[in-house]
């Protein structure tokens, strides 16, 4: 069941033949190997992210390459991405017209951009 590694991408072919349940199964194993107990929503957010670098997502993928080039794990960078989606989509009501989806796309392509992996320091102004 060595199928996902926490700090590896997962061959997209196999991702893409899996399942949804099956995909949830093996992020689940992967932290289990790594003595790491998560929740459902742990594992969905590893899915989330996978699969959108699987559509070919390119703000999401710049995103993860920037934040692994700054020194974050990919394991970590997933979850930096998953979280501003997570937030990103609970900002959004259900039935957004075709001008408000576009608009909305461009600003979480934008927010994707400014992720960084490097801390923000408040000024002491």
């Known amino acids: 069941?060595?199928?996902?590694?926490?700090?590896q991408?997962?061959?997209l072919e196999v991702?893409?033949?899996m399942t949804?349940?099956?995909r949830w199964r093996v992020v689940q194993h992967a932290h289990n190997a790594a003595r790491i107990k998560i929740s459902k929503q742990h594992a969905w957010s590893h899915m989330l992210v996978e699969d959108r670098v699987l559509a070919g997502d390119r703000a999401v993928i710049r995103a993860l390459q920037r934040l692994q080039g700054e020194g974050m794990s990919r394991h970590n960078a997933?979850?930096?991405i998953a979280d501003l989606l997570i937030r990103f989509m609970r900002q959004q009501h259900a039935f957004p017209t075709p001008a408000e989806q576009s608009q909305a796309q461009r600003q979480l392509n934008a927010?994707?951009?400014a992720l960084t992996a490097v801390p923000v320091t408040m000024s002491k102004d």
């Open 1 to 7: 069941m060595g199928l996902y590694h926490l700090e």
């Open 9 to 11: 991408a997962p061959d």
């Open 15 to 17: 991702w893409r033949s």
């Open 20 to 22: 949804g349940a099956e």
């Open 78 to 80: 997933i979850h930096a």
């Open 111 to 113: 927010a994707l951009d």
